[in-house]
Structures are given as C-alpha cells and as structure tokens.
C-alpha cells in the first residue's frame, strides 16, 4: 500500500555521500509527528506509521516501532486510525 508520495531525506552532499557509503536509500515511510501536553505530564513528541507501507522496514531514519504503527482504516470518503499513548506523569 502506498500512501502518497513522501520526498527523501537530503542525498545530495555529505548525506549522500554516506548514504552511498551505507548502500542505504534516502527513503521514510509515511508518518505523522504529534506533540501531547497535559498538565502534570512530562510532554510527549512522537511519530506515527502506518502499516503496509513499503518503506516500514528500511527506514532510513531507524525511527519505526511495532508499537508506533497504526493501520489505516476506510470510511468511504475519508480514512480513520487509531492509536494509544501513554503520558509519563512529572
């Protein structure tokens, strides 16, 4: 399944260069970054995947987690996901 299209990391320079060296791609697979505030709460900032897409498992960036990853779900004109956090308290 695929999402949308993404744009790469930066291959171009040093980044590419290493990329090169690693035989890694400048790829991440499609992702949402949230942010979560509450009081008496340590502040939470994390990303959200989503499965199928092809890029889960060769992530360039290392960022994927079983647990952060979510299945899209269609509702005939819209998609809808879900997925649980946990705030740490302060």
Known sequence: MELFTLPSIPDQGPTGEFLEYMDQHPMR???LHFMFEADG???LITQVFFEG???LETD???GV???LITKLEDKCDYKEA???F???RE
């Open 60 to 62: 360039v960036a290392d």
């Open 29 to 31: 697979p499609a992702h």
């Open 65 to 67: 987690r079983t647990e």
């Open 82 to 84: 879900s997925l649980d």
């Open 41 to 43: 709460h340590e502040t």
């Open 53 to 55: 897409d092809k890029w």
């Open 86 to 88: 946990v705030m740490r």
